[in-house]
């Protein structure tokens, strides 16, 4: 099932399924607890990022040739980071290069996001698929000067301004991506591919990742995991391709959907 969130002519948010002719059945219940698709036909004005997480974790240098553009070692567990819930951002709506906590080297990253289903902790890597609801279109956007220089050695914080975790358009359920393992996955800017891979360049597979961070840790169900971006990022590229006000980015996964945003100055 393809589900989006977004908003009705008479405001309200729902989920609904998107059909094979492009409408829309509206959704009953819980997302993550017996929801119901119902034959209500429903008009959405705008779509929303598919869900509102509560925490976004993130894996860093997750593809093999991405490590190597970066000159980075190959990890011998994942790389993990945060993103706040203030980061999100909804299709279509801007990417705001920072003005205030100024950077000038604000890059894109294509990435597939999962959404945890229902709540676990300690699940084998056997298992781990089991809890996951879907899978969606994500952009890890990064202030490189913030996260590799001004951030106190942390990436948090140069991951994680407003704006800074676009995601969507649609929620594809994980029956009907039953492999996450062989997705095409690119970054489009301004009708030029930047990034072009494969989710089978992943050095931790998503079942993988969700096992390690379900150690010990609780992911609750509506919890995104940006599961890492491949080659072809800004900040490798010579010269580095920074974003600028102006730029539209699209991010495109196979099965998935394509996410875009323009690119505009914090107001």
């Known amino acids: 099932m393809k589900i989006i969130r977004g908003l009705t002519e008479g405001n309200h948010i729902?989920?609904?399924?998107?059909?094979?002719?492009?409408?829309?059945?509206?959704?009953?219940?819980?997302?993550?607890?017996?929801?119901?698709?119902?034959?209500?036909?429903?008009?959405?004005?705008?779509?929303?990022a598919p869900v509102e997480p509560a925490m976004i974790w993130c894996v860093g240098l997750n593809y093999k040739r991405h490590a190597q553009e970066t000159g980075g070692r190959v990890p011998a567990e994942p790389i993990i980071f945060a993103k706040g819930p203030n980061a999100l951002q909804h299709p279509g709506d801007p990417i705001e290069l920072p003005r205030v906590a100024a950077s000038d080297e604000v890059d894109y990253e294509c990435e597939l996001a999962v959404v945890i289903g229902r709540r676990c902790k300690n699940v084998s890597t056997g298992a781990a698929l089991d809890y996951v609801l879907g899978y969606t279109c994500a952009n890890d956007v990064s202030a490189r000067d913030w996260q590799i220089t001004r951030g106190g050695s942390q990436w948090c914080r140069g991951k994680t301004f407003d704006t800074f975790a676009p995601l969507g358009p649609a929620l594809v359920t994980a029956d009907e991506i039953p492999d996450p393992q062989g997705l095409r996955?690119?970054?489009?800017?301004?009708?030029?591919?930047?990034?072009?891979?494969?989710?089978?360049?992943?050095?931790?597979?998503?079942?993988?990742?969700?096992?390690?961070?379900?150690?010990?840790?609780?992911?609750?169900?509506?919890?995104?995991?940006?599961?890492?971006?491949?080659?072809?990022?800004?900040?490798?590229r010579t010269p580095p391709r920074w974003l600028r006000v102006g730029d539209q980015v699209t991010i495109a996964i196979d099965r998935i959907g394509e996410l875009t945003n323009p690119v505009v100055l914090e107001p």
């Not at 119902?38 to 705008?46: G, P, S």
């Not at 800017?189 to 390690?212: C, R």
């Not at 992911?219 to 080659?231: D, R």
């Open 185 to 236: 996955v690119r970054t489009i800017l301004n009708g030029d591919t930047m990034q072009d891979s494969n989710t089978n360049d992943m050095i931790f597979a998503v079942a993988d990742v969700v096992s390690f961070l379900s150690g010990s840790t609780t992911l609750s169900p509506g919890t995104v995991i940006l599961t890492g971006t491949p080659e072809g990022v800004g900040m490798a």
């Open 14 to 48: 729902v989920h609904a399924a998107v059909q094979p002719d492009g409408s829309a059945r509206l959704l009953e219940g819980n997302l993550y607890d017996a929801s119901r698709l119902t034959d209500r036909v429903v008009t959405v004005k705008k779509v929303l």
